[in-house]
């Protein structure tokens, strides 16, 4: 099947704030094309240009080995570079699952895992300038090569035109571990050759997120399995020069019994402190949501294993949260099958101060029939939030977005607006603020 994706621009109309349209298509059902050659682009990632536009990554089968490829849209919908994208890496063998981070001048870094070695999958990453043009060695640099394999890569800019990436890593016995590396503006890696373990002790690590931590360091966060009994929450702040900062072993976020996963992170504004969200089945019986402050100094600022953010019955899962300076806290959406028969889409926002601001488990953004799921999240810039999601109410895939002011009201359309209900599917969806 042939997919094509699009991107959304959101305006608000601020006081006498006029719009201007340029490329973008007003009707949902066309919407503005990236990239439409041959074969299949999947899996798209976005990250602010820093002028009301973005630069996407995607995995890209024209070849059809897959290669990644990378496009710049102004926010007037134009298209910046070559058409179909620049290919941030097209060696002849597989790169898949990109990641990106604005680099803070129109352009973005991104990294990939690669299979070039030939015998396991590698880091890689590139940096792409404000033209489109490649300023790393061609087809990347080597974030880290090990004789294993090394998935999953998760990036964020260092603040000064390089990068912070961490990743999964698997070792001789087929455990796996988190290790991160920082790659500076002209594309060498700081710390030890092929990065460090985010934490020293023995266990199985997975799902890697991190953050800035706003003084030229990271934090992270990941699943961690040192119970040997079901996985937990744990971070690290790693300062620029590759010492962590919360000690070998990183700080418990949550250790509550039972299963917790999908860990996501957001900034404490001014604080330099993170929010963290995670899906957890403390009850034994279902998966809900909750969340934690944790402080520069690595200490939990609310109740100890987190505050509930949803505990409705059955399953919440696929968490994405947003916080920001004109929000008091963060903001956390969710797809949720409390109604027992389809997924719909949630949200809740829990303040600064650990308490839940809106409905007890969560308003409702879009209870359909039929399943809501995907949902990705940004703040509107006036303490609220914009979320988009995929939608099967037609039978097929389509994209839909709403936004909630910072008090929990529903700003658009009843169950969202169509921003892609072209014929055929529309997925993987994902989106950013145009500032």
């Given at each position: 099947?042939?997919?094509?994706?699009?991107?959304?621009?959101?305006?608000?109309?601020?006081?006498?704030?006029?719009?201007?349209?340029?490329?973008?298509?007003?009707?949902?059902?066309?919407?503005?094309?990236?990239?439409?050659?041959?074969?299949?682009?999947?899996d798209?990632?976005?990250?602010?240009?820093?002028?009301?536009?973005?630069?996407?990554?995607?995995?890209?089968?024209?070849t059809?080995?897959?290669?990644?490829?990378?496009?710049?849209i102004?926010?007037?919908?134009?298209?910046?570079?070559t058409t179909n994208?620049?290919?941030?890496?097209?060696?002849?063998?597989?790169?898949i699952?990109?990641?990106i981070?604005?680099?803070?001048?129109?352009?973005?870094?991104v990294?990939?895992?690669?299979?070039?070695?030939?015998?396991?999958?590698?880091?890689?990453?590139?940096?792409?300038?404000?033209?489109?043009?490649?300023?790393?060695?061609?087809?990347?640099?080597?974030?880290?090569?090990?004789?294993?394999?090394?998935q999953?890569?998760?990036?964020?800019s260092?603040?000064?035109?390089?990068?912070?990436?961490?990743?999964?890593?698997?070792?001789a016995?087929?455990?796996?571990?988190?290790?991160?590396?920082?790659?500076?503006?002209?594309?060498?890696a700081?710390?030890?050759?092929?990065?460090?373990?985010?934490?020293?002790?023995?266990?199985?690590?997975?799902?890697?997120?991190?953050?800035e931590?706003?003084?030229?360091?990271?934090?992270?966060?990941?699943?961690?399995?040192?119970?040997?009994?079901?996985?937990?929450?744990?971070?690290?702040r790693?300062?620029?020069?590759?010492?962590?900062?919360?000690?070998?072993?990183?700080i418990?976020?949550?250790?509550?019994?039972?299963?917790?996963s999908?860990?996501?992170?957001?900034?404490?504004?001014?604080?330099?402190?993170?929010?963290?969200?995670?899906?957890?089945?403390?009850?034994?019986?279902?998966y809900?949501?909750?969340?934690?402050?944790?402080?520069?100094?690595?200490?939990?600022?609310?109740?100890?294993?987190?505050?509930?953010?949803?505990?409705?019955?059955?399953?919440?899962?696929?968490?994405?949260?947003?916080?920001?300076?004109?929000?008091?806290g963060?903001?956390?959406?969710?797809?949720?099958?409390?109604?027992?028969?389809?997924?719909?889409?949630?949200?809740?926002?829990?303040?600064?101060?650990?308490?839940?601001?809106?409905?007890?488990?969560?308003?409702?953004?879009?209870?359909?029939?039929?399943?809501?799921?995907?949902?990705n999240?940004?703040?509107?810039?006036?303490?609220?939030?914009?979320?988009?999601?995929?939608?099967?109410?037609?039978?097929?895939?389509?994209?839909?977005?709403?936004?909630?002011?910072?008090?929990?009201?529903?700003?658009?359309?009843?169950?969202?607006v169509?921003?892609?209900?072209?014929?055929?599917?529309q997925?993987s969806?994902?989106?950013?603020?145009?500032?």
């Open positions: 099947m042939k997919i094509k994706f699009t991107v959304l621009n959101l305006f608000l109309i601020l006081g006498t704030t006029t719009l201007s349209f340029g490329q973008w298509s007003n009707f949902s059902t066309i919407n503005t094309s990236v990239c439409n050659a041959t074969g299949k682009q999947v798209p990632r976005m990250a602010s240009d820093d002028k009301g536009g973005a630069v996407i990554v995607w995995e890209d089968y024209r059809p080995i897959a290669d990644i490829y990378v496009q710049r102004d926010k007037y919908g134009f298209v910046k570079w994208g620049v290919g941030a890496c097209t060696n002849a063998v597989d790169q699952s990109p990641s981070t604005a680099d803070g001048k129109s352009g973005a870094i990294a990939w895992s690669d299979f070039r070695s030939g015998t396991s999958l590698d880091i890689y990453a590139q940096k792409i300038d404000s033209n489109g043009t490649a300023q790393w060695t061609t087809n990347g640099i080597i974030v880290t090569s090990k004789s294993i394999k090394e999953g890569a998760k990036i964020t260092d603040g000064n035109g390089g990068v912070f990436v961490v990743w999964e890593q698997m070792d016995m087929g455990v796996w571990d988190v290790w991160a590396q920082h790659i500076n503006a002209s594309g060498v700081t710390w030890a050759t092929g990065g460090i373990p985010v934490c020293g002790t023995v266990a199985n690590r997975i799902n890697p997120r991190l953050q931590d706003g003084k030229g360091g990271i934090f992270v966060v990941w699943q961690d399995y040192r119970s040997g009994a079901n996985y937990d929450i744990y971070a690290q790693i300062n620029v020069s590759g010492t962590l900062l919360w000690g070998s072993a990183g418990a976020v949550c250790a509550a019994t039972n299963t917790q999908e860990p996501k992170i957001a900034p404490k504004e001014n604080t330099g402190g993170v929010y963290v969200c995670w899906v957890d089945k403390r009850n034994g019986v279902d809900d949501l909750y969340a934690q402050l944790i402080d520069s100094s690595g200490n939990a600022k609310w109740a100890t294993n987190g505050v509930v953010v949803t505990a409705a019955t059955n399953n919440q899962s696929a968490p994405d949260i947003v916080s920001s300076r004109t929000i008091n963060v903001i956390v959406t969710w797809k949720d099958i409390r109604s027992g028969t389809n997924y719909d889409i949630y949200a809740q926002r829990i303040d600064s101060t650990g308490a839940a601001q809106w409905t007890t488990d969560g308003i409702v953004i879009s209870n359909l029939a039929n399943d809501q799921l995907n949902p999240i940004d703040e509107d810039m006036l303490g609220g939030a914009i979320i988009a999601w995929q939608d099967s109410l037609t039978g097929e895939w389509d994209v839909k977005s709403q936004r909630v002011d910072a008090a929990g009201n529903i700003q658009w359309t009843a169950n969202g169509n921003v892609g209900n072209a014929p055929n599917n997925v969806v994902k989106n950013i603020s145009d500032g």
